[in-house]
């Protein structure tokens, strides 16, 4: 596609309850991070892909939240047992290649988390 | 490890006049440095980067920053605000030397008043 594509835009979900949010990355990409946007916090590293693996992780906040990515493209970052300090927009981005490279990172509109 | 520190949460212009939003870094080696731009209910649009080579960067809508490895700055400006430039910027790092992430200041909202 000619952008980052995320889905649901929007979400509201019962506390407790598990849900999943996926991103579609540029065509091509090799390079997928997510990023949690919230009040206070700022933007927050959660995880980074090249290609299927995930060689930096360190930002996944708790065991709740998982992250995995197949065929090089379409990545699913899932949320267990949410809580309300969840509730944040979750921000997908992708680049032809890795951090080093300073290649332009691309983000997606994110997909706004409300946990009631 | 690498950081980022904006000064200012708020900034407020009058259209027309000069946009100047701070930005500076820490970071063990010379980074990558970025400006973003977010729009309300939008996700983040890079403005300009620098990563070698001419340290004044210049970018979309009129935007430019100097990267000045003395003042471990890197301030976005711009000559003249324009009402469309009401958003919030963020300004990011890479830390070249340990290959991590990209860090995000806390960003600055622009303000452009008539």
């Known amino acids: 596609g000619a952008g980052v594509s995320q889905s649901p835009s929007n979400k509201v979900t019962e506390k407790g309850k598990d849900v999943e949010l996926r991103c579609d990355p540029i065509s091509g990409h090799t390079a997928l991070y997510w990023y949690r946007q919230s009040l206070g916090q700022g933007l927050e590293f959660l995880i980074y892909f090249q290609g299927n693996s995930a060689p930096d992780k360190s930002g996944l906040p708790s065991d709740r939240f998982s992250a995995e990515r197949t065929g090089g493209s379409v990545s699913t970052l899932t949320i267990q047992r949410t809580q309300q300090e969840d509730s944040a927009v979750y921000l997908c981005?992708?680049?032809?290649?890795?951090?080093?490279?300073?290649?332009?990172?691309?983000f997606g509109e994110g997909s706004w988390l409300t946990v009631v | 490890a690498q950081s980022v520190t904006q000064l200012g949460s708020h900034v407020s212009v009058s259209e027309g006049a000069l946009v100047l939003l701070r930005c500076n870094y820490s970071s063990s080696v010379p980074p990558y440095l970025f400006w973003y731009v977010q729009y309300p209910n939008q996700g983040l649009q890079l403005l300009l980067k620098?990563?070698?080579?001419?340290?004044l960067v210049k970018g979309i809508n009129g935007f430019e920053a100097e990267f000045k490895k003395s003042e471990t700055s890197f301030h976005l400006t711009k000559p003249s605000a324009h009402m469309s430039d009401a958003a919030e910027y963020f300004c990011?790092?890479?830390?070249?030397?340990?290959?991590?992430?990209?860090?995000f200041g806390t960003g600055t909202r622009l303000q452009v008043t008539l």
């Open positions: 981005a992708s680049s032809s290649s890795g951090f080093l490279t300073g290649n332009t990172i691309y």
């Open positions: 990011a790092v890479i830390d070249t030397g340990t290959a991590s992430k990209l860090t």
């Open positions: 620098y990563t070698t080579g001419a340290t």
